[in-house]
């Protein structure tokens, strides 16, 4: 399981991954003490793959590792072979712009795990680590699909616990971290904020958790057009955009130091 192995994991602490689609994002986690992002754009739409240039950015605006998503649309995770094709091509020009790590998942029309797919990203990941990501929670079965990404060398699994929330999946997710037995890492996601983070990492025994932080600020735009959006649902509105909030972020590593079991985070 070369992937697992080439992270060195502190079980002394919970880490925290926050989702961003921004350089200002890569910056407000690092301020609000992340370990890791993970880059995307669109996480409106559970996140899409960034582009280069925002992967290159923001490695050079952080010292904190920056995983890229590998999503090439949104809806399903049950992808065509030019599909395939698209994520083989991002993943080599996001490796070269230096990610540190990829994020992807894929599934199969009966619902279990496009192992195919995630294979072809470990051998083109080399040693860069590959997170298994929510794809997973809408598999045909869990613990299958966790034995196979043990034995693919997938490095982690990001899960609900194929719930709408990580605390309403708290009890599939222990079960996960109790099927990995230390294989991979499982970390926790959906839902999770500093009020219950710390209930959150007790009851699953999980070791990471995994969050977006988002908020909304007002646009710098002074001059606004009505009634002409960009999207088919905009929301809040166009002239709110969605940024990292390092508040979030600073209540979750604070609840995670301050909290029980022992939990402690250190930023880097």
């Known amino acids: ?31 609000g003490g992340a370990d890791r992002v993970e880059l995307c754009q669109a996480l409106g739409e559970g996140g899409l793959t960034p582009s280069a240039g925002l992967c290159a950015a923001a490695v050079r605006a952080t010292t ?8 090439p649309r949104a809806g399903d995770f049950c992808y065509s072979a030019a599909e395939r094709d698209v994520i ?15 994020v992807v998942g894929g599934l199969r029309p009966d619902g279990e795990l496009d192992t195919e797919l995630l294979r072809d990203v470990l051998a ?20 299958r699909a966790i034995d196979a990404l043990c034995d693919l060398g997938v490095a982690r699994l990001l899960t609900s616990g194929q719930a709408a929330n990580a605390p309403a999946g708290a009890a599939a997710i222990r079960a996960a971290v109790e099927r990995a037995a230390g294989r991979l890492i499982v970390m926790a996601g959906a839902g999770v904020r500093a009020d219950n983070v710390t209930a959150l990492v007790a009851a699953t025994g999980v070791r990471e958790v995994h969050l977006s932080a988002g908020a ?17 649902s905009p929301a809040p509105g166009e002239y ?7 508040t979030s972020v600073a209540g979750v ?14 930023g880097r």
């Open 1 to 31: 399981m070369q992937q697992r192995a080439n992270e060195a994991v502190d079980d002394a602490r919970v880490r925290v991954e926050i989702a961003i689609e921004s350089v200002a994002g890569a910056l407000a986690a690092a301020d």
């Open 64 to 71: 904190l590792p920056v995983f890229a998503m590998l999503r």
């Open 88 to 102: 083989r091509r991002d993943l080599d020009a996001l490796g070269a712009a230096g990610a540190a790590g990829f």
């Open 124 to 143: 083109r990941a080399g040693d860069r680590p590959v997170t298994c990501h929510r794809a997973f929670d809408l598999c045909a079965d869990p613990q």
């Open 216 to 232: 909304f600020r007002d646009s710098a735009m002074q001059f606004r057009r009505p009634g002409v959006p960009m999207g088919s």
């Open 240 to 246: 709110a955009l969605r940024v990292t909030d390092p």
């Open 253 to 266: 590593v604070a609840a995670l130091r301050n909290g029980g079991d022992g939990a402690t985070i250190s």
